[in-house]
């Protein structure tokens, strides 16, 4: 599984979906459109302005405004990861529309990018990826306009079902000492996927400055019956490059025999049986004021 987690764009195009099933992959990429639709919506683009795309992966933002407006607005596709780039590059070369589309490679915590600069940033699942939110709110506060804009989609991973809610304890050796294994590592403060919530957005964007605040909490509620081989994805396909899956998490706490049993344990209590599990998101806008 590992193999095809080698950069950020292999691990978008690959990695990320690769527990889905066709239709849930298909599901999943209407999903992402709109999200798209409805951060636009948020930002509020005129011509003439000048937006970024930080964190823009493959782009799905940037493009949006690509759409919409092409060479009347100034965009900005930045990522610190310069395959990310290359692939939005080739991606813009292939659609071959009118655009006045930048380029940068910058990390959000340290944003090449002058003071006051910006009318609207985006970001979509990247705040997600920076252990310090507040630093990275900083930045952006920085580099926008006065009255200027930042717009965002956040999953809220800390909140989303568990492991052992889907389980019963007769079902898995153990039980409790997974269930607190994985309430540990889900409420790490230093893991960056989980050290946050709506509250915590809220906050961290007032205190850098940002006013008129909005964290809207989206929670989607699905039903699905997932495979043996899905369920062994769980646990092997990394949530991003360079980051533990959920075995190696596991594997914190307990050796890998261990750890294996339980996952073939879930695997037999879970597979070709309907599951159901909540996701939640949060729609963010804020304001320099």
Not at 127 to 132: G, I, N, P, S
Not at 155 to 163: L, V
């Amino acid at each position: 599984m590992e193999d095809i987690c080698k950069n950020w764009s292999m691990w978008l195009k690959k990695t990320r979906f690769s527990y889905m099933s066709e239709a849930q992959v298909e599901q999943t990429l209407n999903w992402l459109n709109v999200i798209k639709e409805q951060v636009l919506a948020l930002a509020q683009i005129k011509e003439n302005e000048k937006i970024a795309d930080f964190g823009c992966g493959s782009g799905l933002l940037g493009f949006g405004v690509l759409e919409k407006f092409k060479d009347k607005v100034e965009i900005i596709f930045s990522d610190k990861f310069e395959d990310c780039l290359e692939e939005c590059k080739k991606i813009l070369s292939e659609i071959k529309t009118e655009n006045n589309a930048k380029f940068l490679q910058s990390d959000i915590l340290d944003i090449k990018l002058p003071d006051n600069y910006l009318d609207c940033a985006m970001t979509r699942s990247v705040l997600v990826h920076v252990t310090d939110k507040k630093r990275a709110f900083n930045e952006l506060y920085r580099v926008i306009k006065q009255d200027g804009r930042y717009c965002a989609f956040e999953p809220i991973i800390s909140q989303n079902t568990r492991y052992y809610e889907l389980l019963l304890p007769d079902q898995i050796s153990d039980y409790f000492e997974f269930k607190k294994a994985e309430k540990e590592f889900m409420e790490n403060k230093n893991d960056s996927l989980v050290n946050f919530d709506a509250y915590s957005l809220d906050n961290d964007l007032n205190e850098a400055g940002f006013g008129d605040v909005k964290v809207e909490v989206q929670v989607a509620a699905s039903k699905y019956i997932p495979s043996k081989e899905a369920i062994l994805s769980w646990f092997l396909a990394p949530p991003s490059p360079n980051t533990k899956n959920m075995k190696q998490r596991f594997l914190d706490y307990f050796d890998e025999k261990k750890v294996d049993n339980f996952i073939l344990e879930v695997q037999n209590a879970l597979s070709d049986k309907e599951i159901k599990i909540s996701s939640n998101t949060a729609l963010i806008k804020a304001v320099k004021c």
